[in-house]
């Protein structure tokens, strides 16, 4: 019947070679037997655990306390189900374990340390003779009034008809139950058994039987099936090996001939019982569904508020319903309404703080500096300590709109004579000790706290910021014209105005006489002239086609660059004054600058993490060490800069805004939050309050009450960085000009080399490479006569008459008009120095005779000249 009685009965059928058969033994522990010869036809109990969890799942409780009896049978469900609690994230702070011959005063006694508790969902597992003394004494202490949660499972469920004698107690209880179908074998069933039973026991009235009693029905129809099917009339037996057995009285325990037939019979057996579908599964019965039942009323089966299948393994409303929960959802409607205790129709919240129970133990920190956060003061008239600040006021505010009362108190994690007591993480620690069952002040969210607490929402700003001294940028600094970029786009910039010259002198230089002449002319003009663009001065023409590409491109660039350039500037010199001395946090550790941080922060660790030498850092713990420090720098011993959370600073530039500004987040944190226990209620609702602060604006009221701005201050955001313009916000731009510009030489040396392809494939194989080489450079030095530009200067030239080309000499003397007389000259005489070559090479043409006769004539000329000036 029991399963304790299982437990031994199995031990005999293994031995003797007879199946075990049990309709009421649900421990899941006796699986572990690994007994060939015991058969569980009842609904294993780990096989409910899921349906309780999505009952807790579905209203979103978080603390449950099991109610269960102290023997095999309450024990062997609890790893399940506590493994079942934790997958809905659900978790067990106590366990309550009653004898099996509990009296009511020990009862009561259990009952009223349950009261002094916070949780109120209970789930009782235990046989209904048992739980009817306990229901009874909760209804009489006043445990099933309005807040309380009461969860059975089905060895209570299934037997509530045999409970009826305390259903009054049990009003509001939801019970899992075994779910049996009305089917017509079912109703022809109780209608003989019923009449069988009242001719057998006329005294006894109105008796029905529950799901253990077809269970049972269903194993003795199976038993039969398995005898029938291994077909003899009778069984022998031979005697055992006495030595076999460990008791003397047992000695006479005869062996089975045919055991082991029947329980492979009874392994393939499977049929349509009264209960549902039998069929078995390692000789262990198969998932049945579960009804979830609200007790209500004095009919004593309750009323169905769902169910839960084994084919989807969640809860549903109807059977074959879609509406479902499933382990991820939550405080979804998959269960209809249900009546809880005191008559309450809303849900309860599953957790209470006990009316008759101590206060909360909130820890709060003692600290030297800041203590606009969180001040503890001795009240020497009242002998009692006052704990103010702006944490305290805010987790005031967020309790007083909560929808119940939390009386705490504020104890100070402080030695007797007032001094702290440890770190913020040593106090953080005592929660989880269970020294203190929260902590309120400026504990900052971290991530090895997380370990041990939960933290409510963060009711400050996030981050770790560095507070640096301003100076005057515009008074105080003769450089300033070269801060509008970085050195970077500077010498960018630089290498692209030489770059481009060289381009266009290339483009340029066998067409355009503005960029021929001598060496260091065509330098300087190539120079000047990219130059020049800056500013679009320049007077040079451009008259190719690619230089006059390459310039739309360039003049884009710096358009671009200049403009941007200008606005910067004047951003610099009328829009920010002042500036920070430091804008990296890098900057300090390359530099070797002392930097501050709050003695016994956690600012310390971080700062280690990015290398700071240990002899660098420098720990204060009030503002006025910090102002004194950061006024004398890091060169006369004090620091450059002051590293910490964003509050702690914020309250610093409050008090001295002319003199610092905050740098950053240099470092992400998720600012100062309450800490409770693992898994405690009060986080969601805490959390829950600061966002209603958040959204009324009492949380700025509460700011403007602690922080304090100087009247002198103007509002900033306090945030700086580097102003100057750097070369990503223009490496398109160059990348664009840079493409252009080399496929533009490209292209300019490819039509080239076509053009001259013969002097490099000079028939002469005596002509070394070198040599042709050197051709072609000297090709590429002289003029391109051929280009429109020198086709329309010869044009004109030809078009002047006999005497334009006769030195103009003044009546009253021999001397020229103007030496500019003499360039027509000059050309000309290297027209012949090139023609006389042509014809040494034997390649003139007739139609070049006259050219040459006329260039011999200027030269002569050119020469007396020469001899007459050098004569004066």
Known sequence: MTSMQATFVINL????????????????????????????????????????????????????????VDNMYGEGIMPFLIDALLEVDAHVPYRSVISQSATDDQIEIELYKLMTMQTRVFIVHMMPKLASQLFAKAKEIGMMNKGFVWITTNGIGDRLKAMESVMNSMQGVVSVETDVSDTLKLREFKTRWKRQFQQENPEIIDVELDAFGYRAYDAAFAIAMAVEKVGNASFGSQKGNASSFNSADLGSLKVSQYGSNISNALSLTSFRGLAGNFSLVDRQLQLSTFKIVNVNGNGGRGRAVGYWTPENGRLVKQLNSTNSCNVSAFNCDALGPIIWPGESLSIPKGWEIPENGTKLRIGVPVREGFTEFVKVTPNLRTNTIDVTGFSIDVFKAAVDLLPYALPCDLIPYAYPNGSSAGTYNDLIHEVYLGNFDGVVGDATIRANRTLYVDFAMPYTESGVVMVVPIIDSRTKNAWVFLHPLTWDLWMTTLGFFIFIGFVIWVLEHRINEDFRGPPSHQVGTSFWFSFSTMVFSHRERVVSNLGRFVMIIWVFVVLIVTQSYTANLASLLTVQQLRPTVNDINDLRRNGDNVGYMRGAFVYDLLKEVKFDDAKLKAYGSMEEIDDALSKGSANGGIAAIVHETPYMKLLIAKYCSKYTMIGPIFKTDGFGFAFPKNSPLVSDITQAILNLTDDGLMTKIEDKWIKKDSNCKDSNGNFSSSALGLESFWGLFLIAGITSIFALIIFVTSFLYEHKHVLMHPDSGTSKSKRIRTMFEIFNEKKLSSHTFRSNQHSDSGVSAQDHEVKVSPNNNWPESPQSYTNHTDATSTFSREQETLSHGQASPETIPTIELAITIQETHETLETTLSRA
């Open 13 to 68: 059928g293994e031995k003797a070679h007879v199946p075990i058969v049990s309709f009421s033994a649900t421990s899941p522990s006796l699986t572990s037997l690994q007994s060939s010869y015991f058969f569980q036809f009842a609904q294993n109990d780990s096989t409910q655990v899921k349906a309780i969890s999505g009952i807790i799942q579905n209203f979103g409780w978080r603390r449950v306390v099991p109610i269960y």
